[in-house]
């Protein structure tokens, strides 16, 4: 048959009108996803708090550190070249990773460090998350100053399950030290004994008035101290803050005076809303909050204050950290008035009961849009003991650990032993021997009253051995603190996985009883979790993410002293279900 030329292209204009005016009616599908590029250059900055100016590691000369703005499904490229003496490595924290464990980041796990001089491109997507996350350097204690906000907008189209903020704020908890924090955990690793603590905690990178050094607490509204943080907001608005902890070593309780806060996403996972005047957040954790503003601009100043939440017989920074929030605009005619400053209440230092109860009140949204798909079947189970407990000293040596030991941790009393090369390329080459051991044991090798009267015996053992699972295996862990050389909270991260937090209780972990109390249905999705002080927190995952991934405790003292161990997932059949080879730039050790 014939088909006259005229035909033809009224046809293709017609085919071409129709595609357009399908974008147009849908524009998602114009920016469904993009690949958005970043350049980290690591050099040091001289930066002064609290009356003391120091050189740190920085990423483009900021602290904290830029962030990163993506939307769910794009792909995030960041070439991060080091320019300080240090070895470097940078982990995007609470990022699934799928298909991308060689940008995990941990040291001497998914990479050997980027040395000086070298660059490094760390390549992953975002993939069915939405929220705050954060990057941070994953090496010794190099994130003392190295990090900075992971921003996860949704899909174009997608509203928040939220009222729509007014605008959006990162609130970023670190720490500040007057001396050098590699030399303080390099010093307490050498001596055996707990490492210095920091001299001020920080919101966005300053300690605010309540320090020595940074005001006399006078605020007015021309003038507030140089080391404190102001939100400045307007009246009958709703503000989101992001709230980030990447403090190295403290769980952190946050409230600001006068004003009731709405939690409604952690760990970049929409949670069901719930008001709460103190907010709970542990080290690795990040927590998206709703500030609903009053409706007309009162004559005062708020106070927004932290301190920390401490559960160890250890010692730890006894100090408190704030910032202002400062309506605007005022009147003229108060200009030069001092208003009186309003300062929160927070919980006692040790308030065990209210992190349990915070925790419980966390759920998932569970609905159709946000399905909350807990493993409703379990194939492995696993029990671990998380605590401390003492490595012997080595001869002709005194050390400041408990009757002359060094103070260690330990997952199911192994304290892991950091290997000399990268266990992911080992794994992937299938290069295992004199690397890493698969027999890590799936429960304690020596039973006993966890939280009762602990063993004399605190010695650990020490290795680099892994948990192997098939890939998509449904596992349940439960995790127990142990009471060796004192009970106290462990904020634990799992990379490369979100799980579900289906139970968690005080006491020993009764593996009769406490089970059928697990929450199956909406229980909360995070990435770190705290393992209550004296007690035990039960999760499901399904291991569906092939590589190697790290688990440890998020206070950096006892991740440097071995409370951590690493899962080794295996292919899948399909090809979206493997390792990919690794990248050619992947550094070398």
Not at 147 to 167: A, D, E, H, R, V
Not at 227 to 236: R, W, Y
Not at 270 to 281: D, G, H, Q, T
Not at 515 to 539: C, K, S
């Amino acid at each position: 048959m014939e088909v006259s030329l005229l035909t033809l292209i009224t046809s293709s204009r017609f085919q071409l009108l129709l595609a357009v005016c399908t974008l147009l009616a849908l524009p998602q599908l114009i920016f469904a996803s993009t690949t958005r590029y970043y350049n980290f250059d690591i050099r040091r900055q001289n930066v002064t708090r609290l009356c003391h100016t120091r050189s740190i590691p920085t990423v483009n000369g900021q602290f904290p550190g830029p962030k990163i703005v993506v939307r769910e499904g794009d792909r995030v490229i960041v070439k991060v070249t080091n320019n300080i003496l240090n070895n470097v490595t940078l982990h995007w924290h609470g990022v699934r990773q799928l298909q991308s464990g060689w940008s995990d980041g941990p040291a001497y796990v998914t990479q050997c460090p980027i040395q000086t001089g070298q660059s490094y491109a760390y390549n992953f997507t975002i993939v069915g998350q939405r929220g705050t996350l954060f990057w941070h350097a994953h090496i010794s204690w190099m994130r003392y100053s190295l990090y900075g906000p992971i921003i996860i907008l949704p899909k174009i189209g997608l509203p928040y399950p939220f009222p729509k903020p007014y605008k959006e704020v990162p609130i970023i908890f670190g720490e500040w030290f007057n001396v050098d924090p590699e030399a303080v955990i390099a010093q307490a690793l050498r001596t055996g004994g707990s490492p210095n603590v920091s001299d001020a905690y920080i919101i966005n990178g300053l300690p605010g008035p309540l320090y020595n050094c940074s005001s006399n607490g006078n605020i007015t509204k021309q003038s507030a101290p140089s080391d404190t943080f102001k939100l400045k907001v307007k009246p009958g608005k709703t503000y989101l803050l992001r709230m980030i902890n990447a403090a190295l070593n403290d769980e952190l309780f946050f409230s600001i005076a006068n004003h009731t806060l709405t939690i409604v996403d952690v760990d970049g996972v929409y949670v069901k809303p719930f008001n709460s005047n103190v907010i709970l957040i542990t080290p690795g954790q990040t927590t998206n909050v709703l500030l609903r503003t009053k409706p007309t601009a009162p004559n005062a100043f708020f106070l927004m204050a932290a301190r920390p939440y401490a559960t160890g017989l250890g010692t730890f920074d006894n100090t408190t950290t704030s910032a202002i929030l400062e309506y605007r605009p005022k009147p003229s005619k108060y200009y030069n008035i001092t208003f009186p400053l309003f300062k929160p209440t927070l919980p006692v230092l040790n308030d065990t009961v209210f992190a349990a109860n915070f925790s419980s009140n966390l759920r998932s949204l569970a609905n159709r849009q946000y399905p909350a798909n807990v493993p409703q079947n379990v194939d492995k189970r696993f029990f671990f003991t998380v605590g401390l407990g003492t490595s012997p000293c080595p001869h002709n040596r005194t050390c400041q650990g408990p009757n002359g030991t060094k103070f260690a941790a330990t997952v199911n009393n192994i304290s892991w032993a950091l290997p000399d090369t990268a266990i992911l390329q080992a794994h992937f080459y299938g290069r295992s021997n004199g690397i890493y051991a698969t027999d890590f044991p799936v429960q304690p090798p020596f039973p006993f009253n966890y939280t009762g009267t602990p063993p004399n015996n605190t010695l650990v053992s020490n290795g680099t051995k892994v948990v192997v699972v098939p890939f998509n295996t449904s596992v349940e862990l439960v995790m127990q603190d142990t009471s060796v050389l004192g009970a106290e909270s462990h904020p634990l991260h799992l990379h490369g996985f979100n799980f579900f937090v289906v139970g968690q209780g005080f006491g020993n972990y009764d593996t009769v009883n406490d089970p059928a109390r697990f929450n199956l249905v909406d229980p909360v999705e995070r990435n770190t979790v705290g393992v209550p002080d004296g007690g035990w927190v039960a999760i499901r995952f399904f291991a569906d993410n092939p590589g190697v991934w790290l688990m440890h405790c998020h206070l950096d003292v006892h991740t440097s002293w071995g409370l951590r161990m690493a899962w080794v997932v295996n292919d899948g059949p399909l090809p979206n279900q493997k390792l990919p080879p690794p990248p050619s730039d992947l550094p070398e050790c």
